[in-house]
Structures are given as structure tokens and as C-alpha cells.
């Protein structure tokens, strides 16, 4: 496996998505992969997973949505001042 990347992206940043099927979308990033350099965003690029039944915990089987990790190079940091897309990181 390759080495971890050092992401400008944090847990907590507004970013809007540049490519793929939430293009144009703006959410908050709520888990951060700096191992595949991807980021999970609350709310957007929903997937359905198939659960099985679990005995010992009593969990039913079914259908849940959850997120699925956007790669970093999709998204784009919002400005805080400006509201809009930006590259560089306000400090």
C-alpha cells in the first residue's frame, strides 16, 4: 500500500463537489481517508448496502444507505469569506 498523502482537507470543512454524479453540491466533511486520499461528506453520494441478519447482536438484515468516500481531487475547499470554490486554504 502506498504511503499516506498529507491532505489539505479537515474533518469539519464546507467543500463543494467539482466532478461525478453530486457535481455542484456543498456539504460538510465528516470522515477524512488520508490512506486512499478520499473524504466521506455528510449527505451527499448516498449507496444503498445489503445488511445480513446478525444473531448475536440482534440486527436485522435489509437495505441501508450510507455515504460512500468522494476522492479529494473532486472536491474544492469553500472560502469562508466568499462563499465560493477555492484552492488554497484561508489562515
Same mark, same amino acid.
Given at each position: 500500500?502506498?504511503?499516506?498523502?498529507?491532505?489539505? /482537507?479537515?474533518k469539519?470543512?464546507?467543500?463543494v463537489v467539482?466532478?461525478?454524479?453530486?457535481?455542484g453540491?456543498?456539504?460538510?466533511?465528516?470522515k477524512? &481517508?488520508p490512506?486512499?486520499?478520499?473524504?466521506?461528506?455528510?449527505? /451527499?453520494?448516498?449507496?444503498?448496502?445489503?445488511?445480513?441478519?446478525? &444473531? &448475536?447482536?440482534?440486527?436485522?438484515g435489509g /437495505?441501508?444507505?450510507?455515504?460512500a468516500?468522494?476522492?479529494?481531487?473532486n472536491?474544492?475547499?469553500v472560502?469562508?469569506?466568499? &462563499?465560493k470554490?477555492?484552492?488554497?486554504?484561508?489562515?
Amino acid at each position: 500500500m502506498d504511503k499516506p498523502v498529507k491532505m489539505k /482537507l479537515k474533518k469539519g470543512d464546507e467543500v463543494v463537489v467539482i466532478a461525478g454524479k453530486e457535481k455542484g453540491k456543498r456539504g460538510e466533511i465528516s470522515k477524512v &481517508q488520508p490512506a486512499t486520499n478520499k473524504v466521506v461528506i455528510a449527505g /451527499l453520494n448516498m449507496v444503498k448496502k445489503a445488511t445480513k441478519p446478525n &444473531q &448475536q447482536t440482534g440486527e436485522g438484515g435489509g /437495505l441501508i444507505s450510507k455515504e460512500a468516500p468522494i476522492h479529494a481531487s473532486n472536491v474544492m475547499l469553500v472560502d469562508k469569506a466568499t &462563499q465560493k470554490p477555492t484552492r488554497k486554504r484561508a489562515e
